[in-house]
């Protein structure tokens, strides 16, 4: 495909519902990491999958936070029971593989949540 | 505790000037530092990494350990540098990325 994609792109939620976002790794990548941006921040690591293990969820800030990537491709993020705080640009970005010093992680567009 | 200290929110400069991006960062092993860059309405993505010693777009980062930095610079911005930068750590044996803050640099004509 062209690159990583996400959706939806904007999501606005009362507080108290779930939400669920989806990212479309770039084709054949081993590796996918979802991050949280706060305004006016830099990305905070949530978790990480190799394939469809999950590696490292060490960044999820609570047990609201649930990551799945059941086929080793796309991966959705939910988020049960909305608060103000969860409020950010989720991104996910995806690389080919455990490359180390040379990895390069490719960014998806984001989805902006705002919760109301 | 890994952390990464950009000082600066903004910089600007004016077209042909010198440019020097500063990054700090606390690790206690060897890191591996990168720069990504998000130009207006695109998506974050990779300007260079430590490892490969190379200058993209005329831009280049030196590794100081001893002073913890990874400063980037260019001699000569250009307005199509303006951007967000944000410089970034990753610990050995683990891709995850540590993110400093950002900087916004704006070059004016």
């Known amino acids: 495909g062209a690159g990583v994609s996400q959706s939806p792109r904007y999501k606005v939620a009362k507080r108290g519902q779930d939400v669920a976002l989806r990212c479309d790794p770039i084709s054949g990548h081993v590796s996918l990491f979802w991050y949280q941006q706060a305004l006016g921040q830099g990305p905070e690591f949530l978790t990480y999958?190799?394939?469809?293990?999950?590696?490292?969820k060490s960044g999820l800030p609570s047990d609201r936070f649930f990551a799945e990537r059941p086929e080793g491709s796309v991966s959705t993020l939910k988020i049960q029971r909305t608060q103000q705080e969860d409020s950010a640009v989720y991104l996910c970005a995806s690389s080919p593989t455990l490359s180390g010093p040379y990895n390069e992680q490719f960014f998806g567009p984001g989805t902006r949540l705002t919760v109301l | 505790a890994q952390r990464v200290t950009q000082p600066e929110k903004l910089l600007s400069v004016f077209k042909g000037a010198p440019v020097e991006l500063k990054c700090n960062y606390s690790y206690s092993g060897s890191p591996e530092l990168f720069w990504y860059v998000q130009y207006s309405r695109q998506r974050l993505q990779l300007l260079l990494r430590?490892?490969s010693r190379e200058s993209i777009k005329g831009f280049t980062a030196d590794l100081n350990k001893g002073e913890t930095s990874f400063h980037l610079k260019k001699p000569f911005a250009q307005e199509e540098d303006s951007a967000m930068y944000y410089c970034a750590l990753s610990a050995y044996n683990t891709d995850k990325l540590i993110f400093g803050t950002g900087t916004r640099l704006q070059v004016f004509p």
């Open positions: 430590h490892i």
């Open positions: 999958f190799q394939n469809e293990a999950q590696l490292d």
